[in-house]
Every structure is written in structure tokens, then in C-alpha cells.
């Protein structure tokens, strides 16, 4: 597959998979801090769409993105609602919420299996997709936590 700059941070970690509409996503461990039961978080009038709202979490308010909104993905009905998580990432000092569908498996990506995400996507500084992993005759989208979560770029630098 092409090569990526950032492949060997890619290869050099385990990453957490999950689904939204049936496709795969799958972001750094390391970034992940907790996975919770799926809440309703409380709206924030004038926020972005893909901002579900805040939640208490341990003593700290945590925004909740919607995955799907956040990915350009169609909104559906979830039919296994006790499947739906919310993975919590951690970066910079910052947590952010992020609903997903349901929390797969630990990859460990091989530089093999590594390629440049498709063209054609999102503008490219707000395109959280840095790379796709072939996985299981299918593809899974390897994401860039400071672009999914819509981190100041200064923070890009703090990992």
C-alpha cells in the first residue's frame, strides 16, 4: 500500500475499533480514556450539529460528539441501543465524548495493510481520517483524535 509519513506511529500501538453504520473506525489506545454506557448528555444551545452536549463525568464536564454527524454518516436508528458506548478520549489535557454505535477489538495494524485514506473525502484539515487498515476482506478508517474531536491545532503538538 502507499506510504504514509506517520506509519510507524501507526504500527507502533494498539488501536480501539468501533462501528457507526455499519462501518469501521478505529482510534489510538493511547488516547482513549474510558468507554461508558451510552447517556444523554445535556444540549448547548448555538453548538455545532455534531455536538450532542455535556456530560458530568468524575467531576469534569465532557462534550459529547455524535460519531455519525461528526463522520458525515447518515443518522439511523441504532437497533441494538445497549451496544451504543460513548468512548471518551483524552488528549492535551482535554476530554471530549464520542458516540459510537458499538466498541469492537484491539487492533494492531501492519504496515502491510496500511494505506492513504480514499480521495475525495473532507477538506483535509478538518478530515479526521488519516490512514485505512484492510482488515477482515474489509477496510477499517484509522482516525486522528485531535482532528475528530476539533482540538485546538497548538494541541496537535502536546502527544
Known amino acids: 500500500m502507499s506510504k504514509l ?12 475499533a468501533f462501528q457507526l453504520d455499519g462501518q469501521h473506525y478505529a482510534a489510538p489506545l493511547s488516547h482513549v480514556s474510558e468507554v461508558i454506557r451510552d447517556r444523554a448528555p445535556t444540549p448547548v444551545p448555538g453548538a455545532a450539529d455534531d455536538l450532542l452536549g455535556i456530560c458530568q463525568l468524575r467531576g469534569s464536564i465532557v462534550p459529547v460528539m455524535d ?7 447518515r443518522s439511523a436508528v441504532v437497533h441494538d441501543q445497549d451496544a451504543v458506548r460513548i468512548v471518551v478520549f483524552a488528549h ?8 459510537v454505535d458499538a466498541v ?4 494492531r495494524p501492519q504496515i502491510d495493510a496500511i494505506g492513504p485514506p480514499p480521495p475525495g473525502r473532507l477538506d483535509g484539515a478538518d478530515d479526521p481520517v488519516q490512514a485505512v487498515l484492510a482488515w477482515q476482506g474489509g477496510f477499517v478508517a484509522l482516525l486522528d483524535i ?4 476539533r482540538l485546538a491545532p497548538e494541541l496537535q503538538r502536546v502527544a
Request: glycine share 18%; net charge positive.
Open 5 to 16: 509519513s506517520n506509519i510507524d506511529a501507526i504500527t507502533q500501538q494498539p488501536w480501539l
Open 146 to 149: 485531535v482532528r475528530l474531536c
Open 67 to 73: 460519531g455519525r454527524r461528526r463522520l458525515g454518516l
Open 104 to 107: 469492537g477489538e484491539l487492533l
Open 92 to 99: 492535551g489535557g482535554h476530554r471530549v465524548g464520542f458516540r
